[in-house]
């Protein structure tokens, strides 16, 4: 039943048991950085950043992340980078992809705020397409920025959607709607965490790595309510080193920013396989590896 829910008094008990299970994908799609660049300044981790990027560099890391997908069991699929689309690497963002209440491939299309990254959409859109999705519109004239803000909660017909930079609130009754499932809505409460990609990572059905200064109270109750177990990232891992930025696999592997000790140490004790890589020239754009791919169902 789609529904949107913003407190702990709406809702429903026993959330995620009652929504439908669904296979984790293990599919990614990515782009090459081949025009990668920070040419402005569309969110505080970009502050100081034009003209500094390191193309050579970016491309071994962008390899590098890659290859620690598939070490993890993750098969990549490419989608070409299109000149003049310097944040097209960030592939979380253009589109959110999933099933529907009849468990058919969709694939909703993004209204993103810069210009610029309204350019990156089209090519989505006929990836997607060609894929066998069935894509659609974001039906109201609403920011809505794909899995940068709307992430599926591992192995369960249920979304987390953040908004407050990005996203609109109001895109998430049409997401609730097209995917037939219910949104539990968190509203992000600083710029340096502008998706909700960048302060939530949720591993596997029971698990959620997250940083709790960056969402308001009533959001970390509901996390804590649906997820048995929430790893609490420390503030300095979760800004500096966007740890929460990282891609879980299969509810058993963790790609993830080198350097994030504890967070790191905290994950591997709790049994998870990390995989550490550095995605320093793609951290002067305000992304790291959740942001470096899609999920494909
Ligand atoms: N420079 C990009 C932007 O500001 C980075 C996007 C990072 N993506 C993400 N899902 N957090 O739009």
Redesign the pocket.
């Known amino acids: 039943m789609p529904l949107v829910i913003d407190s702990l008094e709406q809702l429903p008990a026993d959330l995620p048991a009652t929504c439908r299970p669904q296979p984790m994908p293990n599919r990614l799609l990515m782009c090459p950085p081949t025009y990668f660049d ?1 040419i402005d300044v ?2 505080p ?2 502050e100081g950043q034009i003209g500094r990027v390191d193309r050579a560099g970016a491309a071994r890391q962008w390899q590098d992340v890659r290859s620690a997908f598939e070490r993890a069991g993750a098969r990549v699929e490419l989608i070409d980078p299109e000149p003049g689309c ?2 097209m690497v ?1 592939c ?2 253009q589109t959110l992809a999933g099933l529907d209440a009849t468990s058919s491939r969709v694939c909703l299309l993004s209204r ?3 210009p610029s ?1 309204q350019r990156e959409v089209p090519a989505f859109a006929r990836w997607f397409g060609a894929a066998g999705y069935r894509v659609v519109e974001m039906p109201r004239p609403v920011g809505f ?5 709307a992430i599926w909660h591992p192995g369960r017909g249920l979304i987390w959607g953040g908004y407050g930079h ?1 996203t609109q609130p109001e895109a998430y009754e049409a997401v609730a709607e097209t995917f037939g499932v219910p949104v539990i809505r968190l509203k992000l409460l600083s710029d340096r965490f ?2 909700l ?2 302060c939530f990572c949720a591993i596997d059905e029971d698990t959620v790595l997250v940083n709790p200064r960056s969402l308001e109270p009533r959001g970390m109750e509901m996390i804590r309510a649906v997820f048995r177990r929430v790893v609490e990232c420390p503030p300095d891992e979760a800004d500096g080193g966007m740890a929460c ?1 990282a891609t879980a696999i299969g509810g058993r592997h963790v790609v993830i920013q080198r350097g994030n000790e504890r967070t790191v140490g905290a994950l591997r004790e709790l049994g998870y396989e990390v995989h550490e890589v550095d995605t320093a020239e ?1 951290l002067r ?4 590896v ?3 791919k899609m999920y494909v169902f």
């Open positions: 920070v569309k969110n981790h970009m310097e944040d960030f979380a963002n993103m705020k810069h990254r920025e794909g899995s940068g803000d990005r502008y998706h990609d960048t930025n793609f754009s305000g992304g790291s959740f942001c470096m």
